[in-house]
């Protein structure tokens, strides 16, 4: 698997002794380079190595075989003419790049040890495969990978921040708005709720936010959901949606199975109608919480759901508006909140805390909630540390 030869080559898992090209020139790793982690060029970039004793910087590329060159069309692609060194399992031939120059070649092998635990984690019954050696690792390491992870996760919901602020014609108001209304939608209509907000015409809620009967008369009818509420609310819709011209012609189709009533679709829109009404839902309001009581008091929900929201809308919507306005206190404050809260009790975090792991914040749980979604459900051990502590036990 080539993706076990650039880990090989990453962590310098090379043949003892001198290692040399196919027609007999002596290698010396210098600097394997930097990994591409992208779809395209490549495999690693800046490595430094010695060939022959001349010093060549440029790309490294690897294949299970040296014919996957022409195979990958790689002579017909200019990103790969500045690679100075081809990494094979098996050289079966020579290469060469675009311009017809020779490539130099070296084979690797994968440590059988290697591919031997490699295919223990992919096949094992046990979830998470590294289960075991979970009790064993250093404090530091664990924090230091949670720590990466916990703002890897930041950055991840950064991106959909920023989508969803472009969408709405780069206004960080409404783009807020939409996230806080997905997350009240939880895992089960979450995707609904963002649909749902991203097509609710905003102008129209802004010009009666001071009569809560017509948000919420504007807000239900536009989720379709008039036969779940007062019939008040459709007469009223009516009129809205004819002196807006409102096209109510499509909306999601909720799901109400397994939802307790207090997280019904249409509850839940007219609690986000009351808070838009009472300017719960601004975003120069939630710029200007400082700490944790302060966020509670301003959307004023139960205590799990306020931390759910806290966590979910609140302090990523703090940490994208930092990163875009190049506010450093308002990332730095997002993580103050995580590790003022308290982990979240799902079956993501009991799972890593039998395996060992302790959850103190919701920094953590947000830290194992990426881990397990990014690396464990996509089988990326080989990026994992956790996976990297688990194969270097043997090599």
Same mark, same amino acid.
């Given at each position: 698997m080539e ?9 310098r ?5 001198t ?5 007999g020139q ?21 490595a430094k ?6 010093? &060549?910087v440029?790309?490294?590329e690897m294949?299970?075989?040296a ?22 399992e098996v050289?079966?031939m020579?290469?060469?790049d675009?311009?017809g ?5 070296i084979? +690797? ?5 290697l591919?031997d ?15 075991h ?9 664990? %924090? ?11 950055e991840? #919901?950064?991106?959909a921040m ?9 206004? &960080?108001?409404? @783009? ?22 991203? /097509?609710?015409?905003m102008?129209a /809620?802004?010009h ?16 379709? =959901? ?5 019939? $008040?609310y459709? #007469? ?15 909306h999601?189709v909720?799901?109400? =199975? ?5 997280n019904?679709p ?23 919480c400082?700490? =944790? #009581?302060?966020?509670?008091?301003l959307f004023?929900?139960?205590k ?6 806290i ?5 990523p ?5 930092g ?9 730095e404050?997002?993580?103050t909140l ?8 799902n %079956?993501? +975090? ?5 395996? @060992? ?10 830290a ?14 080989? $990026? ?5 502590e688990?194969l270097? #036990?043997?090599?």
């Amino acid at each position: 698997m080539e993706k076990l030869l650039h880990y090989t080559w990453k962590h310098r898992l090379l043949p003892l002794g001198t290692l040399r090209t196919t027609d007999g020139q002596e290698v010396e790793v210098i600097d394997p380079g930097l990994y591409n982690r992208a779809d395209s060029g490549p495999d690693f970039f800046n490595a430094k190595v010695k060939i022959d004793g001349t010093l &060549w910087v440029g790309s490294v590329e690897m294949h299970l075989k040296a014919s996957d060159w022409y195979r990958h069309r790689h002579d017909e692609d200019e990103q790969y003419d500045n690679v100075v060194l081809h990494v094979v399992e098996v050289a079966d031939m020579d290469v060469q790049d675009g311009k017809g120059h020779t490539i130099p070649t070296i084979e +690797v092998p994968i440590p059988r040890t290697l591919s031997d635990d490699y295919e223990q984690l992919l096949n094992s019954d046990k979830y998470p495969p590294c289960y075991h050696i979970i009790p064993s690792l250093a404090p530091l390491k664990t %924090h230091s990978w949670m720590s990466a992870l916990e703002t890897e996760r930041l950055e991840q #919901k950064t991106k959909a921040m920023i989508s969803r602020v472009e969408q709405k014609n780069g206004s &960080w108001e409404d @783009g807020y708005f939409v996230t806080l209304a997905r997350n009240f939608g939880f895992s089960l209509n979450g995707d609904n709720f963002e649909r749902w907000a991203m /097509a609710l015409p905003m102008g129209a /809620a802004a010009h009666h936010r001071d009569n809560l009967f017509q948000l919420e008369a504007l807000f239900i009818g536009q989720a379709g =959901l008039l036969d779940r509420v007062d019939e $008040r609310y459709a #007469k009223e819709y009516d009129y809205l949606s004819k002196k807006f011209r409102l096209d109510n012609t499509v909306h999601p189709v909720w799901r109400y =199975l397994r939802t307790r009533p207090q997280n019904f679709p249409h509850v839940r829109i007219m609690q986000l109608a009351r808070m838009y009404h009472e300017q719960r839902t601004s975003l120069s309001r939630l710029l200007d919480c400082e700490n =944790l #009581k302060q966020l509670t008091d301003l959307f004023g929900l139960s205590k799990n759901i306020n931390e759910l929201i806290i966590i979910n809308t609140a302090v990523p919507t703090l940490f994208a508006y930092g990163r875009h306005h190049s506010r450093e206190e308002l990332c730095e404050r997002a993580f103050t909140l995580l590790d003022a809260l308290h982990p979240e009790g799902n %079956h993501i +975090v009991r799972m890593w805390q039998e395996c @060992g792991l302790e959850v103190k914040t919701a920094g953590d749980s947000q830290a194992l909630i990426q881990l397990k979604k990014e690396y464990c459900d996509r089988k990326e051990c080989l $990026r994992c540390r956790f996976g990297f502590e688990y194969l270097s #036990k043997r090599h």
